[in-house]
């Protein structure tokens, strides 16, 4: 998992770098993880991208709720921007990233031929997106091969080279890195849930308790057959007792562990075992 520490120094130069880069570039793939599409992206990112024709994509969409992802991607279209959802660890979904970046640029790309250039080069790319959203991951789908992950820290730079994806792009080696909005709370807790923040930097325990009220309220039928509950209690000591005492989570003195149970909702979260879940709206973030 990869480790940066943001301040605004870092900020300020990540910022730059992804700048830099977009002079090389025709379109930018906006990574999002479909879970929680707003809380994994970039605060400034228009800003940061301007004018850039930009796809979305909703990345992880394997781990997401289906009917929330199509809810995303109907908001992504309402405000006129193309979303599309993709795993990129298993692949599904990527084979639609050149043909839809290729349309974007469809413009661009016919002046060119009219002013005379006959055979125009591939369209150039540049993945963005926050730490572990799957930025390397889809690097090395799109790449068909294995890729040295040495963009990790911002500030580390290296000479950037093309990668070919197929005949008709290019994609830059080195995606930009951006950073999360991390002074809202609730972005805090989504991020920690969703494992793209290190469990050292919140609370395990008021991550679990984040967690298990929010599938409480809108995941509860998920919770009860997980954990063989009659009915979901309201107090969050009760649910995370009743959890405990299924599960054996005790202490030598018989208490419930409450760590052990966090531990265990989290990983069972993240692994799929409560089925795919989506911890944001478009409702819940406008
Ligand atoms: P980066 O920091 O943005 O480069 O993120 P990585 O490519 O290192 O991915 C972070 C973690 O997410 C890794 O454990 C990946 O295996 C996992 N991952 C990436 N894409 C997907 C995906 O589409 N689905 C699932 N289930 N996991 C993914």
Redesign the pocket.
Known sequence: ??VIQWFPGHMAKAKREVQEKLKLIDVAFE?LD?RVPMSSRNPMIDEILGQKPRLILL?????ADEAVTEQWIRYFHDQGRLALP?????G?GVRQIAAAAKEMVKDKFEKMRAKGIKNPRPVRAL?V?????????????LAGRHIA?TG?KPGVTKAQQWIKVGKEMELLDT?G?LWPKFEDEDVGYKLAVT??IKDEILNLQDVAVYALRFLSTHYPNRLAERYGLDDIPDDIVALFDAIGRRRGCLTSGGAVDYDKVADIVLYDIRT?KLGRLSFETPASRT
Not at 59 to 63: E, I, S, V
Not at 86 to 90: K, M, R, V
Request: hydrophobic share 40%; aromatic share 0%; net charge neutral.
């Open positions: 998992m990869t990574l479909a990345n992880k969409a394997d781990m993709i795993d990129a660890q298993s599904t993945i997106g926050i730490p572990n959203v799957g930025k390397s991951t889809l690097i090395n789908r992950k990790d995606p890195i494992g793209a799929e």
